[in-house]
C-alpha cells in the first residue's frame, strides 16, 4: 500500500498507518516533507527543539532520540503509536518504510479522507519544522 501524505495532518495520518501496520499490511509512505503539523507555527518548532535539548542534557546512551529529518522524524511519530516494546509492535513497524519525495513506486495509492488538512488556520509543514531544527537533506 502506498499512502501520499501531501497536506495530510501528522497525528491522523499517523494513526491511520499504525492500524494498517498492525493488521499486517506492508506501508510505504511517500512525500514525508509535507506532512502539515497543526498548531501555531513557533510553538510548534520550540516543543521540537525542547524534546532535543533534553536530549542533549540527559546521559546520551539513555535519552530518547530525536530525528531531524522529515522522513525519520515521520517515523518516529508512528512508532509511538505502535506497542514497539512488544514483538508485535516490532514487527508491524518493520513493514513502514517513509520517503521524503516521491521515489516512483508502483502500487495502489491509498488516501485516508479523515486526515487531509481540514483548513487548519495555522500550520506548518514537517520540512519546514525540520528545516528550522537544522537538518539539510
Known sequence: MIVDGTNMVLGRLASNVAKKLMKGEEVHLINAEKIVVSGIPQNTVNDYMQKRRLQQKATPEYSPKWPKTPNLMVRRVIRGMLPFKKAKGKAAFRKLKVYSGNPNLKGDMVAFDDAKNAG?????????????????W
Open 120 to 136: 487548519f488556520a495555522k500550520y506548518m509543514s514537517i520540512g519546514d519544522v525540520c528545516r528550522q531544527l537544522g537538518a539539510k
